[in-house]
Each structure stands twice: as C-alpha cells, then as structure tokens.
C-alpha cells in the first residue's frame, strides 16, 4: 500500500492569514501514461462526511472556493489556504488513487489562532 | 442531485456479521462508469477505504480486510451492501458509502457501527 503521511498533525492560524497542508506519499502517484498526478483533497467538519476539494491534485470541485489551492507532483503536495475563514475549521485529508487500495493522509487539523 | 443513505444494525456481536446497505438516489447503481464505495472510520482516525463494486458487477477489496469483506449491487432498490464477516471490537467505526471510481464525490451521512456483546 501507498503510505501517504501530512505534515503538520495540526496547526492554527489567524483569519485571513495563510494556511498551508503538506502530504507526502511513500512512493510516486503521478502516472506517465495521462501525465496526471492521482492525489485528492477532502475537508471533514465535525459531525459531517469528507467533502471532495481538490482532484488531480490542483483542479478544483466545482463550487470549492478558490482560496483553496493544490500543488506538487511525484510525491510532494500541498493544499493551501490562501486567507483563512471561520468555516475552513476541519480535518483536512490527502488521498492518493495511483493505486488499489486507495489510502489517505492521517489528517491535519486547522483551527483559528 | 446524487445522495446516499446508509443503514443497518448499529450494534453487532464479537464474531458476528456486519451488514450495511446504501440507498442511492439521483444516480443509478447499475448504469455509469462509477464505482460504489464503502469507506470507515474509527472515532478519532482517519479514513480506511473497505472495497468498491462497480456498476458492472465486478469488486476490489482492502487486501487488509478481504478475506472477511462482500460487497454486492441490487439494481432493483438501487442499493449497495457491505457484508463484514468475523467481526471484533476492531472493526468499530463510521461507516460511510460513496461514489467515484479515483476520488470519491458524493458520500453519506455515515452510521456508527459498534462491535460489542
């Protein structure tokens, strides 16, 4: 299995300042043959299943506000938020799909500071 | 609008069966190329992927669970159905459906399943 491991567990940050999420995965998931990389992103609030925010591991969902941003390639992500809101508050989970059985990250918690 | 609903026991005996069902609506099961998800949680974890069924029939399961996992498609109703086998205090979790064949896009609400006597 692809072990995908995010950095930090969890941090805070003031509102509207940056918030940056790093996901690291223990062998490539970009795929030569669509020259993609096959990384999500989901955001859990409490009490609520994971929303889908970032496929590809920059495109957008459709409806995502883009304060939410995706980069990196190979084995290097990052999900950042450009300027913090109240609702960005959840547990923020990478996902690889290069491979079956796909595994995500363990989770990073975002908070307000 | 693609929803899903899980339901089932949410208390199952040590060495007992689990068995949830997801009721889809706004999508077909049997129609599509999509996959059919069950996903779990342990309170506090993070997300274990359990296996998929795709709108053709054919299954992929966690090698971790697979020997224990079933999941089956019933077109009539538009449900799929987790079946866990030989089930202990591990396997405690929230337990959620969802759709999508790389990332998953439309997920339920989730059931809490307990492994207790």
């Known amino acids: 299995d692809i072990v995908m491991t995010q950095s930090p567990d969890s941090l805070a940050v003031s509102l509207g300042e940056r918030a940056t999420i790093n996901c690291k995965s223990s062998?490539?998931?970009?795929?030569?043959?669509?020259?993609?990389?096959?990384l999500a992103w989901y955001q859990q609030k409490p009490g609520q299943p994971p929303k889908l925010l970032i496929y590809w591991a920059s495109t957008r969902e459709s409806g995502v506000p883009d304060r939410f941003s995706g980069s990196g390639s190979g084995t290097d992500f990052t999900l950042t938020i450009s300027s913090l809101q109240a609702e960005d508050v959840a547990v923020y989970y990478c996902q690889q799909y290069y491979s079956t059985p796909p595994t995500f990250g363990q989770g990073t918690k975002v908070e307000i500071k | 609008q693609v929803q899903l609903q899980e339901s089932g026991p949410g208390l199952v005996n040590p060495s007992q069966t689990l068995s949830l069902t997801c009721t889809v609506s706004g999508a077909s099961v049997s129609s599509g190329s999509y996959d059919w998800i069950w996903i779990r949680q342990p309170a506090g974890k993070g997300l274990e992927w359990i296996g998929r069924i795709h709108t053709t029939g054919s299954t992929n399961y966690n090698p971790s669970l697979e020997s224990r996992v079933t999941i089956s498609i019933d077109t009539s109703t538009n449900q799929f159905s987790l079946k866990l086998s030989s089930v202990t205090a591990a396997d405690t979790a929230l337990y959620y459906c969802a759709r999508g064949d790389q990332w998953f896009d439309y997920w339920g609400q989730g059931t809490l399943v307990t492994v207790s006597s």
């Open positions: 062998q490539s998931v970009f795929y030569s043959s669509n020259i993609k990389n096959h």
